[in-house]
T-cell receptor, first 110, second 117 residues
């Protein structure tokens, strides 16, 4: 399973765009990149998933360069409620399970 | 969207008690469910993979006789912590994958906070 590396923590002011980059140098051909958000005492919540290029949904964008060795989660105009731990996971959905790294603790301040 | 329900959300019990945690997929049939454990300020650690109708596969270091997993139907998997002790206190989380959903993300339950006194 591809190992991921992401910053331990990040701080941001409300209203700013936040970009969290994840490195996954050993990503395999069949691997997808998936990001989850976790609040204290809750299960992880799916944010976005992609294979290559760019994916956008109502809450975030995911940028994946051509070599797929990294990915960047972009959260537009964060609010205080976006304070959470964000996990980047890489794996083949057909050959689960997901292996969680340490995640990035995002703190949004007013 | 897909919903995974976990019950109970919190358990407080005495040492030596066995505790059963349920994980249900509410709007899809889950052929595979996963059980994770999370200690404070740490990431999720996979404990076992549960496939409907077959024995669970446990990760290295997880005692199968301690953590009994049953996946008797396509919508329900249970984790029983047998003879729980204070060191078993943790946040237990399940996730589920469904039939025909192999390229879809896993969905997680909201976790069970287990506190052994």
């Amino acid at each position: 399973l591809a190992k991921t590396t992401q910053p331990i923590s990040m701080d941001s002011y409300e209203g700013q765009e936040v970009n969290i980059t994840c490195s996954h140098n050993n990503i395999a051909t069949n691997d997808y990149i998936t990001w989850y958000q976790q609040f204290p005492s809750q299960g992880p919540r799916f944010i976005i998933q992609g294979y290559k290029t760019k994916v956008t949904n109502e809450v975030a964008s995911l940028f994946i360069p051509a070599d797929r060795k990294s990915s960047t989660l972009s959260l537009p105009r964060v609010s205080l409620s976006d304070t959470a731990v964000y996990y980047c996971l890489v794996g083949d959905p057909r050959n689960t399970p997901l292996v969680f790294g340490k995640g990035t603790r995002l703190s949004v301040i007013a | 969207g897909a919903v995974v329900s976990q019950h109970p959300s919190r358990v407080i019990c005495k040492s030596g008690t066995s505790v059963k945690i349920e994980c249900r997929s509410l709007d899809f049939q889950a052929t595979t469910m996963f059980w994770y454990r999370q200690f404070p300020k740490q990431s999720l650690m996979l404990m076992a993979t549960s496939n409907e109708g077959s024995k669970a596969t446990y990760e290295q270091g997880v005692e199968k006789d301690k953590f009994l997993i049953n996946h008797a139907s396509l919508t329900l998997s249970t984790l029983t912590v047998t003879s729980a002790h204070p060191e078993d206190s943790s946040f237990y989380i399940c996730s589920a994958m469904g039939q025909g959903r192999s390229n879809q993300p896993q969905h997680f339950g909201d976790g069970t906070r287990l506190s052994i006194l």
